[in-house]
């Protein structure tokens, strides 16, 4: 070979090992972006997941054998006027309470406008929604908040046509008896006619997740200050049993605040 091929042989060596070279690098380079961008779309998708996640409520986050039927995903007990626990269907004003079956001024509020409730949606002059938290004693299973509260989401799926006296029952029994047993609780159910295949699953407490998660969604709502919490249409209407705004602690004040009488206006100092 002479000194002239030789040389061209060697160029073209070189250039075959330049192409190679270029070659590689475009493909690590093709790597490289193809590994960043998968490491962004990772993490895209992952703070999308905590952001959607973060944004749900806790009832949301439930598995649906959790919740139980009859119930809005909201966490509210709805009737209709049959008073049925259920979805309804009225352009009636709704009446909304968050309650606490532990709460003494809940007892007070249901003892006097528990039968006047029940009366203004039964003529479909409102409908009304109760929304069972366990402020009170939360975290604890044996307490008589979550064990109420649980007790009346058991009787909303299973006997949805008892849930609302069975929600008022259980207010009668806890008034001069602290912390009724579970017993007690189911004696209330029989009473009413609530099948005994529901009455049995009371004590099983399956719903004591959606309780958790009912009683979280409402902390997380800064309206919701305490129980009961009362809203009109929207609008907290009742600040308490007395003191500044509209107290409740007045009979019939739930029938002229719904028919828009005079002693539905606010309280004034005296």
């Not at 030789?6 to 090992?17: D, G, V």
């Not at 004696?187 to 309780?211: K, N, S, T, Y």
Request: negative net charge.
């Amino acid at each position: 070979m002479t000194k002239a091929q030789r040389r061209a042989a060697a160029q073209e060596k070189a250039k075959q090992l330049r192409e190679a070279q270029e070659k590689r690098e475009r493909r690590n380079r093709f790597i490289l972006i193809g590994g960043v961008g998968a490491v962004l779309l990772v993490v895209a998708v992952l703070v999308w997941f905590i952001f959607s996640e973060g944004s749900r409520s806790p009832l949301d986050r439930l598995e649906e054998n959790a919740k139980p039927a009859n119930v809005s995903d909201d966490g509210g007990i709805r009737f209709d006027s049959q008073l049925v626990a259920g979805e309804i269907d009225s352009d009636a004003s709704e009446l909304a309470i968050y309650l606490d079956f532990a709460c003494v001024h809940c007892l007070d509020f249901e003892m006097m406008h528990g039968q006047d409730i029940a009366d203004l949606v039964a003529a479909d002059e409102m409908t009304v929604a109760y929304y069972p938290v366990a402020f009170i004693g939360a975290g604890d299973s044996s307490s008589w908040s979550v064990r109420a509260a649980q007790a009346t989401a058991v009787v909303t799926d299973g006997a949805p046509d008892r849930a609302e006296e069975f929600l008022r029952g259980l207010f009668e029994l806890h008034e001069g008896n602290p912390n009724p047993s579970d017993a007690e609780i189911a004696m209330v159910a029989v009473d009413l006619g609530v099948p005994q295949e529901v009455v049995d699953r009371i004590g099983e407490a399956p719903f004591q997740a959606w309780v958790g998660a009912a009683t979280q969604s409402a902390r997380n709502d800064d309206d919701v200050t305490g129980t009961p919490a009362v809203f009109f249409e929207g609008e907290q209407v009742f600040t308490g049993p007395e003191g500044d705004g509209r107290s409740w602690a007045e009979p019939g004040s739930i029938a002229s605040l719904v028919r828009g009488e005079d002693g539905a206006e606010e309280t004034q100092d005296d």
